[in-house]
């Protein structure tokens, strides 16, 4: 009886420290981490909204935040966050219709998903910076 | 690939799965997704062509019928989407008592920031 309730040594699954970071398992995590960043980022857009409600005063204020050097930084890390979690979100919508599930569409989507992320957050900068320079 | 039939008939009719209102959940946050595609693609635009605007061209823009009607949907399915999202996250990584507080401080906050953006955008759009 008492060996029965002494601790033995259980068999572990082994950490997740132990392996190497491959593209399917960076972007599955990256999809739960850019959904919780985004959900900060919703933060801001009820404040933006609220503020934008309230008046031009504090519009401007919050406006000034946004357009300082850390507001600019964490708005353009929001656009490769939103894009990502985006085009992340319709690969796993096609896996839910059980399609594309072979090894090779699986890295030929997640790769898709990086470079077109990628990709929508420079055109986006782009044709803003453009925007701002005619207006 | 051949694709199966997880549910039974009797679970399809009923709408719950093995996890009792865990098939809803899991439906509904892929519904939201799908529903969220169009405001948020709409949002991203407009903050685009928006790009250094004064108060007075952004607060008639917003009040515009098709805008406010577009907001109050990005913040409906936004944070309906977010809530769903951040409980499996909170089930997964918070545990016993901490779990059930951290769950219900998450939906408390996305009902009253879903509320305060839609109030927000109304008062715009009615000129209060």
New interface residues.
């Given amino acids: 009886m008492e060996r029965m309730t002494t601790k033995r040594a259980r068999p572990l699954s082994p950490n997740i420290q132990i392996y190497r970071p491959q593209l399917t398992s960076v972007l599955s995590i990256a999809n739960?981490i850019t959904?919780?960043a985004?959900?900060v980022f919703?933060?801001v857009?009820?404040?933006w909204?609220?503020a934008?409600?309230s008046g031009?005063a504090a519009?401007?204020q919050l406006q000034t935040i946004i357009g300082s050097w850390p507001g600019q930084i964490l708005f353009l890390i929001a656009?490769f966050v939103?894009f990502l979690h985006?085009c992340g979100?319709?690969r796993?919508?096609v896996w839910?219709s059980?399609?594309a599930?072979?090894l090779k569409q699986i890295y030929a989507s997640g790769w898709a998903v990086v470079l077109l992320s990628a990709a929508l957050t420079v055109i986006?900068w782009l044709?803003?910076?453009l925007?701002?320079g005619h207006? | 690939m051949t694709r199966y039939r997880i549910q039974t008939p009797l679970g399809r009719a009923v709408g719950l799965g093995s996890a009792k209102s865990g098939f809803g959940h899991w439906w509904t946050e892929r519904i939201t997704a799908i529903a969220l595609v169009l405001p948020a693609i709409w949002f991203a635009a407009s903050l685009i062509a928006h790009t250094g605007t004064d108060y007075e061209t952004f607060i008639h823009w917003l009040a515009k019928p098709i805008n406010t009607v577009m907001m109050v949907l990005l913040l409906v399915t936004l944070f309906w989407h977010a809530a769903l999202g951040l409980q499996v996250v909170i089930e997964d990584y918070v545990h016993s008592v901490a779990k059930i507080w951290a769950l219900i401080v998450m939906r408390f906050a996305c009902f009253a920031l879903a509320a305060v953006g839609i109030i927000a955008t109304l008062r715009i759009a009615l000129g209060a």
């Fill in positions: 739960r959904g919780v985004l959900s919703a933060v857009l009820a404040i909204l609220a934008a409600a031009p519009y401007s656009t939103f985006l979100g319709i796993h919508l839910d059980v399609r599930f072979e986006s044709l803003s910076l925007i701002a207006s």
